[in-house]
């Protein structure tokens, strides 16, 4: 029998989580109510009664718990920060995926126990950048930014001893990764500042005849006919009028789905497989853990028979943001 | 979901909206209102959210059953109100399938308003908060033995 990777999945309530384990999950990753982690959105993540709950839940049936701390301590506020580490340990979780360098530092000083992640939002993309943070901060794993093609993970992989996690299914962004300030341009809050991409509080859906419009902030993002399908009013997402043409200028809405190189992401040795939607409903992490478990289960009898199956396809291209879905960099003939 | 129950997406025959909105609207709004506040009596909603809710005016519209509820909450109660004097702060309209699918965590709201089957107006912040609201329910177990809950 081989060794399937880790299948990780998304939490941003309690019944989501739930959903994840009872769902084949082998880990859940959840943050706090507040700005210390990437999806801070009103009525989302765990305080610390919901967060023990869930760990009790998850422990039970012998799945882990990671705690996403994955935005940047901001200037005046890194106790904030320092404090959301501490709690965390408290809580007891299996490990905890940090992005900021110094807060790495402070999290390997201070609980010298701890497993600790590197978080995408790192966005460590060759493997001297890992083996740095291992080095300097004794990382357990690292969560891969979605830049790189299948070979470029594959040396990654070669080149180091940390466990390396990639992202299997969710919607994609113009992957900055921890760099990206674009939400800023247009309301001055961004995912690494605040917590959220295009916080909800600047977005407007203004429904008229025949079409439906969509601002963040008073800047026109979209405009959607009436049977077409919408999308979150990102800037990177938007359709700009450039040079008399009006066209998905950054990037179109897709989906990241890796089912059909599930086989070659196992090969390579990949430790773990992401699923991205903490912001997502329990409904949305039920559809998708299940299909990937069951991806991940048909692979273990064996990669050269699996194949993708039509009713897994659909089932995940119903959620896919832009109800399509791509390889993204995996297979991307260029470097 | 197992199987047992798939409650798939319909729209019902026009003329029964027809009739519907000709029908008086106050029991839609009592229905729903009960149905809150027993949500509330059981704790089930989440107390620091529900000060977000304060005041704020809702609007439900079931678009293919031409039934409509609007309802407000204060004071720790949701209350209905029979004849808004202002547009809501907050509304949903969609066809009775996609309600029932959404009830039964059977499809993901952002899937339904994406692909808009569900439609919400007004303040986004507050649809977010009601979204994640209801998302983080853990409805009872006995909802579960209904058959219209089991999925």
């Known amino acids: 029998m081989t060794s399937l990777p880790d299948l990780v999945c998304p939490a941003g309530s309690l019944p989501a989580l739930k959903a994840a384990v009872d769902n084949g999950a082998d880990a859940v990753y959840l943050g706090f109510k507040n700005d210390t982690n990437a999806r801070n959105f009103a009525g989302l993540n765990f305080d610390q009664k919901t967060m023990a709950d869930g760990i009790r839940y998850a422990h039970a049936k012998g799945r882990e718990v990671l705690l996403a701390i994955n935005t940047f301590p901001q200037a005046g506020r890194v106790a904030d920060w320092q404090k959301a580490v501490d709690a965390a340990v408290d809580q007891g979780v299996d490990a905890i995926i940090l992005a900021d360098i110094g807060l790495l530092d402070y999290a390997r000083n201070k609980h010298p126990q701890q497993r600790l992640h590197l978080s995408v939002q790192g966005s460590a993309t060759s493997y001297e950048a890992i083996n740095f943070c291992q080095r300097e901060f004794d990382i357990r794993r690292a969560v891969l930014p979605r830049v790189l093609t299948l070979a470029q993970v594959e040396n990654v992989i070669k080149n180091t001893t940390v466990e390396i996690e990639v992202f299997g299914f969710g919607s994609l962004c113009v992957m900055n990764e921890g760099r990206c300030w674009l939400s800023s341009y247009a309301c001055g809050e961004s995912p690494n500042t605040v917590g959220a991409c295009s916080p909800a509080k600047y977005v407007k859906w203004d429904k008229k005849p025949g079409a439906m419009e969509t601002r963040l902030n008073g800047v026109l993002i979209d405009r959607f006919g009436d049977d077409e399908p919408a999308g979150y009013p990102t800037l990177c997402k938007g359709r700009f009028e450039v040079q008399g043409e009006t066209y998905y200028a950054l990037e179109e809405p897709t989906s990241l789905n890796v089912l059909s190189i599930l086989p070659d992401i196992l090969k390579i040795g990949v430790r773990a497989i992401k699923v991205e939607g903490r912001q997502r409903s329990p409904t949305y992490v039920t559809q998708v853990t299940r299909t990937l478990r069951a991806a991940l289960d048909a692979l273990r009898d064996g990669s050269d028979r699996f194949h993708v199956k039509p009713a897994w396809q659909a089932e995940l291209a119903k959620v896919s943001e832009g109800s399509q879905a791509t390889l993204g960099a995996y297979n991307r003939p260029w470097r | ?151």
């Open chain 2, 1 to 151: 979901m197992n199987g047992s129950f798939t409650i798939p997406k319909f729209r019902l025959p026009g003329f029964i909206a027809e009739i519907g909105q000709k029908l008086p609207q106050w029991p839609h709004a009592l229905a729903l209102v009960a149905g809150l506040n027993a949500a509330l009596k059981m704790k089930l909603l989440p107390e620091s959210e529900l000060a977000l809710l304060e005041d704020k005016l809702f609007r439900v519209r079931i678009l293919d059953t031409g039934g409509e509820a609007s309802y407000t909450y204060r004071n720790g109660l949701f209350r209905p109100i029979f004849s808004p004097q202002r547009e809501p702060d907050l509304a949903f309209a969609a066809n009775l399938s996609a309600y029932l699918q959404l009830l039964t965590r059977q499809e993901d709201p952002d899937t339904l308003f994406f692909n808009r089957e569900l439609e919400i107006t007004g303040d986004t912040e507050l649809g977010l908060i009601v979204k994640n609201m209801l998302d983080a329910v853990e409805w009872p177990s006995f909802a579960e033995k209904l058959p219209l809950f089991r999925h």
